[in-house]
């Protein structure tokens, strides 16, 4: 596992597939008992995804927890204001909003909004 993740953090993906194949499931295995088949999947079909090498010399996160945990500043603080609610039609584009902000493109958002006008 070490190795593997060393060579994924130095984007040398295309030897962590390679070193998967002895070990992938036959194909009378189902998918879902089949986790090096399905990880060989993953990485194969993301490999223009995998520059982790990239992201780490950019200070960027690898993980997915970050992104994942998101929804606890990104939508939750604002939907659950003490004495707030909401019609359900307003939800989606407050939560467009959320997003548009927590992306930094706030000032963006409005320039392109007044433009259209």
């Known amino acids: 596992m070490d190795v593997q993740e060393k060579r994924l953090k130095n984007n040398e993906h295309s030897l962590v597939i390679h070193d998967l ?42 993980g997915s927890g970050e992104i994942e945990s998101a929804h606890r500043y990104v939508i939750q603080e604002r939907l659950k204001l003490s004495g707030a609610w909401w019609k359900s039609e307003n939800v989606e584009p407050m939560l467009a909003l959320r997003v548009v902000r927590g992306n930094d493109q706030w000032d963006e958002y409005w320039r392109n909004l007044a433009k259209a006008s």
């Open 21 to 62: 194949n002895p070990f992938l499931e036959g194909d009378e295995i189902e998918n879902s008992k089949a986790p090096v088949r399905s990880c060989h999947r993953y990485l194969s079909n993301r490999t223009e995804q995998l520059d982790y090498k990239g992201a780490i010399e950019k200070n960027l996160p690898i």
